[in-house]
């Protein structure tokens, strides 16, 4: 008895066992973007947010200054924290920087391919395809977006995984704000050939593949507007 009534003292209490970390908060706003179920430009109030998770307001600031660190959310002095709503320039800037970093991951990638990893690339692609069967939109576009980070984690350089994780973060944003109303995230075939070349170690192929991906992507959103304001005439027709 003695024994069991000590574990019970050094076990947490309830209540802070309940209580949410950085990390959960943080993964959970991360989510909810991924899945287009908060929009570009919502504002995330400390206070409804603490409320929300159960937390201190000062839990939530960390939480809000490491989104901001990553350029997912906008911070404005006196008025508070805001899903970010990259324009249009920037959303070239995001494809850009892609265009530079997937290859020299997939790379990576291929110089240390196991079999192993191809299983987790293809176990990836069948979740995809099964969230597409089952018309699934919002695991669609999480999934599609963490296939490019499972490929910078899978390279093994942590540097480049934590810079697509922001990447892909940022594309996602961009989707929802400049989506064509024809326009699919990431094409779910495409993913399964890119991971048929890594497997094969054939890396011209496997980066012409990503490079024709990231362009399919791109030009399936509306990027025209200059300076990226809302298309008030479709929205209002
Ligand atoms: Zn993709």
Do not use: W
Request: with cysteine; proline share 4%.
């Amino acid at each position: 008895m003695p024994a069991k009534a000590r574990k019970a003292a050094a076990e947490p209490a309830p209540r802070n066992d309940r209580e949410k970390s950085v990390d959960e908060i943080y993964e959970r706003i991360y989510v909810a973007i991924l899945e287009h179920r908060l929009h570009p430009g919502t504002k995330l109030g400390e206070e409804r947010m603490a409320e929300i998770f159960g937390v201190s307001r000062a839990r939530i600031r960390e939480v809000l200054a490491r989104l901001a660190h990553e350029q997912i959310v906008e911070l404005f002095p006196q008025r508070g924290a805001y899903v970010a709503k990259p324009t249009t320039e920037q959303a070239r800037d995001v494809f850009e920087a892609r265009r530079l970093i997937e290859p020299a991951v997939l790379k990576r990638l291929i110089e240390t391919i196991t079999p192993d990893k191809v299983n987790r690339l293809r176990q990836h692609t069948e979740l995809e395809a099964d969230a597409h069967r089952r018309n699934d939109k919002r695991a669609v576009i999480r999934l599609s977006g963490e296939f490019h980070t499972l490929v910078a984690e899978l390279a093994g350089n942590s540097a480049l995984a934590r810079s697509m994780r922001e990447l892909c973060m940022l594309t996602c944003l961009t989707i929802f704000l400049y989506d064509a109303p024809t326009a699919q995230s990431c094409r779910n075939d495409e993913h399964e050939r890119i991971v048929d070349a890594v497997a094969k170690k054939d890396r011209a192929r496997a980066e012409k593949l990503m490079l024709d991906h990231l362009d399919h992507i791109e030009g399936s959103l509306k990027l025209d507007n200059s300076n990226g304001d809302a298309d008030l005439e479709a929205i209002f027709k």
